[in-house]
């Protein structure tokens, strides 16, 4: 048998396993696989008729068997081949590796819990995603890739909107790269690919049913869904688009907060509140309700603070400034207070709280302080502070009180309290012929009676404090800290834990993914082609010296 014609076989094995590889790394290129193995047989064959003559004497010789043996490794060896290729391009098989710095390629804990959810149900997630850039498209699966090694139901389908435009009209599909999630009868749909959005995208297909939010009126509240900076619409599109329903209450008109509602927001009042409403507030939180109050410093509203102090909030009559030697002062001015101290266990707060460097700026901020001796034995969780930097001046009412500043009202060297969250067991709903109190807000009246009705007692009370209420308008919702941070409440609020907001992560990639279409040519090449080469050259060195 010559010597260089025995290289021919395992040129033939490494084009079999570049074929494989390259077939499962690019299932569009089926030629890529045909040529390969194409050329592997073309060898197979060359070997055979250029060295025939061999083979007839190789054959006829007393030691057959052993060489019928050894071509029958080579076959075997090209079946081990094809068998690895098609079992490693299921996809049990694949494996992510995060090596990023901050696990920006890794699934956040909420996202795993929403996948959780998704594995417990019976019906899978359909996603079916119109794309028309491939980049969009590639962009979408290296997204996707995070999710599908879980144990979520997926049924996951790609459709060229130009090519199906039947299709693609009938799902209304009017932008391209989008991408349709169904479960059920409902439906969401996502343009912009982050674990952000999709699970956010998620969440709303998840939920059943829908909460009903009312914001405050009547005493210079910013717009639910106005427009201009001092407007909540950024906030609010995200509410409506996480199944929630938004709409406004005027208390004096409605004479109490209505039944159906599941949380109330009191957005950055610029007038106080009346006593009569403020008595409906507190009915309505003795019933099991939620109020998230954003109140902005230079606000005076002594009535609405004394109602939330009856359960365990109180906004202090202060003003948190930057420093005016602080290079930050001097750009964006002083004020801002810089919140950097969160609590690493309340779910308002611990997302931040395991992010490193983690900074908010919140305009037009008053600190909070907690009442332990409130009359509803509600706990407070002090949740948010403001760096150690920042100055308090103390006794601000309105902007006229910042004139005239003496030394005894300036407070600085530590962190203040800007964020506080309440929650407790209501004993019994307000009752008909509790004692009475007159507008001095006598506490006999909040005590509640022992008496309670078992429905009553079945949902908690929940308060969220937050002393500014710039950060969640629409010139502040830009910033996604602050964003994040007026989502967790509402969904701390609305008792969705499992549907906290998600910080989005930083999307460079650098991941190292070993998934079953991308990784075959590099298994190819460690297992069998980097090997095979230096086999077929030591065989032909051991030839050669054999025969010398």
Not at 131 to 140: G, V
């Amino acid at each position: 048998m010559k010597p260089i014609l025995f290289i021919l076989p395992f040129l033939a094995i490494l084009f079999g396993a570049f074929g494989t590889a390259m077939g499962s790394a690019f299932p569009e290129a089926a030629w890529l696989t045909a040529t390969g193995w194409g050329s592997a047989a073309a060898l197979i064959i060359a070997w055979v008729v250029l060295d025939a003559k061999n083979f007839k004497a190789f054959f006829a010789r007393k030691g057959t068997k052993y060489g019928a043996g050894s071509g029958l490794v080579v076959i075997l060896t090209m079946l081990i081949i094809v068998g690895v290729g098609v079992l490693t391009s299921k996809p049990r098989f694949n494996k992510s590796f995060d090596v990023t710095k901050n696990k920006s390629n890794t699934l956040s804990d909420q996202s795993l819990k929403i996948l959780e959810n998704i594995a417990k149900t019976e019906k899978p997630v359909q996603i079916t995603g119109y794309f028309q850039s491939e980049e969009a498209k590639q962009q979408f699966g290296d997204m996707m890739a995070m999710y599908t090694p879980h144990d979520a139901k997926f049924e996951i389908e790609y459709v060229d909107p130009l090519r199906d435009r039947l299709r693609a009209e009938a799902e209304k599909i009017t932008a391209g790269n989008t991408v349709v999630v169904k479960f059920g009868t409902r439906e969401s749909r996502v343009s912009t690919f982050t674990e952000e959005k999709f699970t956010n995208a998620l969440v709303k297909v998840l939920k059943e049913g829908s909460k009903k939010i009312y914001f405050t009126k009547g005493h210079g509240e910013g717009q639910p869904k106005g427009s201009e900076a001092t407007g909540f619409s950024q906030l609010v599109g995200e509410l409506e688009g996480n199944q929630y329903v938004v709409e406004e209450l005027a208390l004096l008109e409605e004479a109490k907060v209505p039944d159906g509602a599941d949380l109330v927001i009191i957005a950055g009042p610029k007038y106080d509140f009346k006593v009569e409403e403020t008595r409906m507030l507190e009915d309505y939180l003795k019933r099991g309700g939620a109020v998230l109050a954003m109140t902005d410093g230079m606000t005076s509203i002594p009535n609405l603070n004394a109602s939330l102090a009856k359960f365990g909030i109180e906004f202090n009559n202060d003003l948190l400034v930057l420093d005016s030697q602080d290079p930050r002062a001097m750009m964006i001015g002083q004020n801002f207070a810089i919140i950097s101290e969160f609590d690493d266990f309340n779910p308002v707060s611990r997302d931040f709280a395991k992010q490193s460097r983690v900074e908010f700026l919140m305009p037009s901020t008053r600190s909070v302080r907690e009442v332990t001796d409130n009359p509803n034995n509600m706990k407070v969780t002090l949740a948010a502070k403001t760096s150690k930097i920042m100055i308090r001046i103390k006794d601000v009412h309105r902007e006229e009180d910042l004139k005239g500043l003496t030394r005894e009202r300036v407070e600085s060297g530590q962190a203040f309290p800007v964020v506080a969250v309440a929650s407790g067991k209501p004993v019994a709903p307000a009752t008909a012929n509790a004692t009475g109190a007159g507008d001095d807000g006598d506490t006999k009246s909040d005590v509640l009676n022992e008496t309670a009705a078992p429905e009553a007692t079945s949902r908690e009370i929940r308060v969220v404090g937050i002393g500014s209420s710039a950060f969640a308008s629409n010139a502040g919702a830009a910033a996604a800290e602050n964003r994040d941070l007026f989502m967790n409440a509402v969904n701390y609020l609305l008792k969705d834990e499992d549907f906290i907001a998600i910080r989005p992560k930083d999307p460079t990639k650098s991941s190292l993914s070993l998934t079953s279409g991308a990784s075959q040519f590099s298994l190819s090449a460690l297992a069998f082609i980097y090997p095979f080469v230096f086999l077929g050259a030591g065989l032909m060195f051991w030839f050669s010296r054999r025969h010398a």
